[in-house]
């Protein structure tokens, strides 16, 4: 079984915006109905999983069924945090996965993704333990202590920038959070991060450019620029 585990507990406000930013509308469309859309068409998810900002809960489940999100089976309370929120939707799923099946962690707002990209974190996944969507970094990449100067360059050739859907098999996460309780590790953003913290090897798989994450003013102009030209096409 492959599951979609969708993180949407944020309340960031560099959007400008007066209501979650999973939540806004794009072009009379919530974000986090577009982030949804991508995994309800791919014909290896069974089921999602959103852990979701508290008062909001009811909102999601009236947007999922006037859009007709099927495979959102469940709806869970966020933690303080990133780890805190996957590890309370692990935690949740505990009685529903089996040690080899897949959870595929993903932003909500990260709204612009593909069947490749979903379906390739989940082959790499089952294939090695994890699929972690990654590009190569094109910029130079610059070590700074104050923001303001740096004199340390990093090869460009050396990094790897990590996006979502990150898929792994259930027990290899579940695991990872167990020892990270056992040896007080918090605050971590991501479950990859808590994974390298903890000397484990990842995999990477296919991602893209396109895959922005909302956060700022600029990254929601990216992707209504990137729906109209997929609306462009569509005329064609």
């Not at 909102?59 to 309370?77: E, P």
């Not at 780890?83 to 799923?93: A, H, M, Y």
């Not at 990260?110 to 390739?120: E, K, L, Q």
Request: aromatic share 8%.
């Amino acid at each position: 079984m492959n599951i979609a585990l969708i993180l949407a507990g944020g309340i960031g406000n560099r959007t400008e915006q007066d209501i979650p930013k999973q939540f806004m509308n794009v072009y009379e469309k919530p974000l986090i109905i577009y982030t949804l859309e991508n995994f309800e068409r791919n014909k290896d998810v069974d089921a999602i999983l959103v852990v979701c900002l508290d008062g909001w809960h009811e909102v999601l489940r009236a947007y999922a069924a006037n859009y007709n999100i099927t495979k959102l089976k469940w709806i869970i309370s966020g933690g303080s945090d990133g780890q805190q929120s996957v590890s309370n939707g692990i935690r949740f799923l505990a009685d529903k996965c089996k040690e080899d099946d897949i959870v595929l962690i993903h932003d909500a707002i990260r709204p612009y993704i593909t069947d490749a990209i979903i379906s390739g974190a989940i082959d790499s996944a089952v294939m090695y333990g994890s699929g972690l969507s990654a590009v190569r970094c094109q910029e130079t990449i610059v070590r700074t202590d104050d923001g303001i100067t740096g004199k340390i360059n990093i090869p460009r050739t050396d990094i790897m920038r990590v996006q979502t859907p990150q898929a792994y098999r259930y027990g290899l996460v579940q695991k990872a959070l167990e020892r990270a309780d056992r040896e007080h590790i918090t605050g971590e953003v991501y479950i990859n991060t808590l994974m390298l913290r903890l000397g484990m090897e990842l995999h990477f798989s296919e991602g893209t450019d396109k895959n922005v994450k909302i956060t700022t003013v600029d990254d929601l102009e990216i992707f209504k620029s990137l729906l109209c030209m997929e609306r462009e096409d569509w005329i064609k």
